[in-house]
Antibody, heavy 121, light 112 residues
Framework: QVQLQESGPGLVKPSQTLSLTCTVS??????????WSWIRQPAGKGLEWIGRIYTSGKTEYNPSLKSRVTISLDTSKNQFSLMLNSVTAADTAVYYCARDEASVLRYFDYWGQGTLVAVSS | DIVMTQTPLSSPVTLGQPASISCRSS???????????LSWFQQRPGQPPRLLIYKISNRFSGVPDRFSGSGAGTDFTLKISRVEAEDVGVYYC?????????FGQGTKVEIK
């Protein structure tokens, strides 16, 4: 069974860069037809898709965040990462990583438990 | 972006009774390939979302058959035939027909 686990600082100062890593276990991040996404959820609010990375290294980002987001892949560690720069309080949220079937079925089938990142000085 | 609107926002239900959640999209979700990419997720308190239904009506692996999805075009429904205590949580619809994927605002299912 595929499992995902987010890790990274829980507190980031305004204007700085948020950096998170998702470690995948129970399967190779490079195998199959899946790609890998980040999704966030501000406290008490709904879900926002941030972006995804394919095993080829191709990335796709939500236009609302595109100018500030970078997603990368480290197949040797079975990890993918999120960087969000110039953060403000509006970026305070629980950040989830998820496996993304982006072609035939188009769903997120496995999710990490999520990690809360607060943006505050 | 396609806007997904769910109703109601809150649904108090008696145990053993049915529950129904509506999801409406601002544009048709029928893709050029003829498929409709509408999914439903359940989020129990303190947990990540869990995939229940994909492509309108297909139950994901391990999802009880009391959950069913239906609809077409811009109007979709998630039904729980007999609500159990473990069904308490927030339910989200999500469209994946148009980039970027977008979610509804969520419907909270709680026990009366």
């Amino acid at each position: 069974q595929v499992q995902l686990q987010e890790s990274g600082p829980g507190l980031v100062k305004p204007s700085q860069t948020l950096s998170l890593t998702c470690t995948v276990s129970g399967g190779s991040i490079s195998s199959g037809s899946y790609c890998w996404s980040w999704i966030r959820q501000p406290a008490g609010k709904g879900l926002e898709w941030i972006g995804r990375i394919y095993t080829s290294g191709k990335t796709e980002y939500n236009p609302s965040l595109k100018s500030r987001v970078t997603i990368s892949l480290d197949t040797s560690k079975n990890q993918f990462s999120l960087m969000l720069n110039s953060v403000t309080a509006a970026d305070t949220a629980v950040y989830y990583c998820a496996r993304d079937e982006a072609s035939v079925l188009r769903y997120f089938d496995y999710w990490g438990q999520g990690t809360l990142v607060a943006v505050s000085s | 972006d396609i806007v997904m609107t769910q109703t109601p926002l809150s649904s108090p239900v008696t145990l053993g009774q049915p529950a129904s959640i509506s999801c409406r999209s601002s544009q048709s979700l029928v893709d050029s390939d003829g498929n409709t990419y509408l999914s439903w997720f359940q989020q129990r308190p303190g947990q990540p979302p869990r995939l229940l239904i994909y492509k309108i009506s297909n139950r994901f692996s391990g999802v009880p058959d009391r959950f069913s999805g239906s609809g077409a075009g811009t109007d979709f429904t998630l039904k729980i035939s007999r609500v159990e205590a473990e069904d308490v949580g927030v339910y989200y619809c999500m469209q994946a027909t148009q980039f970027p994927r977008t979610f509804g605002q969520g419907t909270k299912v709680e026990i009366k």
